[in-house]
C-alpha cells in the first residue's frame, strides 16, 4: 500500500513540472523595445534636492500598424532608481512591460559621467534582459535619440538596431553590447566602452566611442579615431576608406585607399621591470581612387604608396593611443589583460590604472596592396 501511495505521490509531482508554469500570455504584456535614462531637468533637481532619473520607453501599437497612424507610443516617467521608475510606468499601463524583445538601452552622457553602474543594476538583474542588447551613450539626452523620427522606419529602436548591426558587420561601429559592457567593468585589465550616439529630430549619428574609467564618463573617440582603434584590435572594415594626404606637392599621396584584411598581434614584454607593449599590423588593401598620374602598374610605385599606408597608419594609431595614455589615462585597448596572463607576478605587484599612462607602446605596420583597379597583386 505504502509503495502505491509513493508511485501516486510521485505521478502528482511529475504534473507539477509539465507546462510553462512562469508563462505570460502575450495578449497581457506589451514589449518594450527603446529604454533612455536621463536626469531630470536641472530645475527640477533643483526643486526635489535628489538626482532622480527619467525613464523613458518606447512600446509598439499593433493596432495602427495597418491604419498608417504612430505606431508606437512613447512615455516617460520619474523615480529615485530605475525600478522606481519603471514601476511608476507600469502604473499608468493596462498591460504588463516585458522586457524580453529590447533593442536599446541609452543614458545620457551626465549620467554616465557621474556613474553608470548603479543605474545598470536593474537591466544585469532582470532576466528578461538579453545581453545582446545594445548599451549606448547619448551625446545630449536619452530621451531625443528615443523621440527622434527617422524617415526609413517608423519604429525608431528597429531602425537603431538595424544602423548599428550594419556599422559592426562593415567595421565602422564597435561590437559593444550589453554583455561586453558588463564583462569590461569586471575584468582589471580593461576600462569599458560604449558606443556614442545623437540626434535631432529625423537624423540618429553615430559620432564615435565612448571611454570609461571604471564605471564614469571620462571623454570620447571621434569616428575616426575609433576607426583607427578597431584597426589596431583587428577589426577588418568593408566600407570605410583611408584618403592618404592629398598634397599637391606630393603626387604619391594623391589617392584614396580601401583597407580590405586587417590583422594585429597585441604582444607584451617585461625589461627591466617595465612593460613594452608591442603591436603588429598587417594591413591588405586597395586602390579605390587615382588622383595622379602615377604609373601604379609599377612596383616600385606600389611599393611607395605601401610605405605612405605603413606611415599613415602608425601616425594615427600613435595618436590615439597617446590620447588614452595622457587624458584619458584608461585602458580601453584590453593591454592590462595581456599583461596579466603573460607576467602574473608582475601584475599582482602593480597597480595596472597607474602604469598604463607610463608604459611604452610600440607600434609597427605592414601594408600590402592587393589591387589597382583590375590589377592583382599577389605573391608578395
Not at 513540472?17 to 497581457?28: H, K, P, Q, T, Y
Not at 572594415?237 to 583597407?259: F, G, H, Q, W, Y
Request: proline share 3%.
Amino acid at each position: 500500500m505504502k509503495k502505491v501511495i509513493k508511485i501516486m505521490i510521485i505521478v502528482l509531482l511529475m504534473n507539477l513540472l509539465s507546462g510553462c508554469w512562469d508563462r505570460r500570455d502575450i495578449e497581457a504584456t506589451v514589449p518594450v523595445l527603446g529604454v533612455g535614462i536621463d536626469f531630470i531637468e536641472e530645475e527640477d533637481r533643483d526643486l526635489t534636492k535628489s538626482n532622480k532619473v527619467k525613464v523613458t520607453i518606447q512600446v509598439p501599437i499593433p493596432a495602427n500598424m495597418e491604419q498608417g497612424e504612430d505606431v508606437v507610443w512613447i512615455i516617460s516617467s520619474v523615480g529615485e532608481t530605475v525600478a522606481g521608475a519603471i514601476d511608476n510606468l507600469q502604473n499608468k499601463l493596462n498591460q504588463e512591460l516585458f522586457f524580453g524583445h529590447l533593442q536599446v538601452i541609452i543614458f545620457s552622457q551626465d549620467i554616465a559621467k557621474e556613474g553608470i553602474n548603479k543605474y545598470l543594476n536593474f537591466f544585469r538583474n532582470s532576466p528578461q534582459i538579453r545581453r545582446l542588447s545594445w548599451l549606448l551613450i547619448a551625446e545630449d539626452t536619452a530621451e531625443d535619440i528615443i523621440k527622434s523620427e527617422p524617415k526609413l522606419e517608423s519604429i525608431q529602436s528597429i531602425y537603431l538596431t538595424h544602423m548599428l548591426n550594419n556599422g559592426v558587420s562593415t567595421g565602422r561601429i564597435p561590437d559593444i553590447r550589453l554583455g561586453d559592457f558588463f564583462i569590461r567593468l569586471s575584468n582589471p585589465g580593461e576600462q569599458a566602452t560604449a558606443v556614442m550616439l545623437k540626434a535631432d529630430k529625423e537624423i540618429i549619428d553615430y559620432i564615435g566611442l565612448a571611454v570609461f574609467e571604471g564605471d564614469e564618463f571620462v571623454g570620447s573617440l571621434d569616428q575616426p579615431e575609433t576607426l583607427y582603434y578597431q584597426r589596431t584590435l583587428g577589426v577588418p572594415n568593408d566600407t570605410s576608406n583611408l584618403v592618404l594626404a592629398c598634397d599637391p606637392t606630393t603626387e604619391i599621396d594623391r589617392l584614396t585607399i580601401k583597407m580590405q584584411e586587417v590583422s594585429s598581434k597585441l604582444q607584451p614584454e617585461l625589461k627591466e621591470d617595465k612593460i613594452i607593449m608591442k603591436i603588429k599590423l598587417k594591413v591588405e588593401a586597395k586602390v579605390l581612387e587615382q588622383l595622379n598620374k602615377n604609373n601604379l602598374g609599377r612596383e616600385d610605385v606600389v611599393h611607395q604608396i605601401e610605405r605612405r599606408i605603413e606611415n599613415k597608419l602608425k601616425r594615427e594609431i600613435d595618436k590615439v593611443i597617446e590620447k588614452t595614455q595622457s587624458k584619458f589615462q584608461t585602458d580601453i585597448w584590453g593591454f592590462g589583460e595581456y599583461v596579466r596572463a603573460y607576467y602574473p607576478e608582475y601584475w599582482n605587484k602593480i597597480k595596472w590604472e597607474e602604469e598604463f599612462p607610463k608604459i611604452k607602446i610600440s607600434t609597427e605596420v605592414k601594408a600590402y596592396i592587393r589591387q589597382v583597379g583590375m590589377i592583382n597583386f599577389t605573391g608578395r
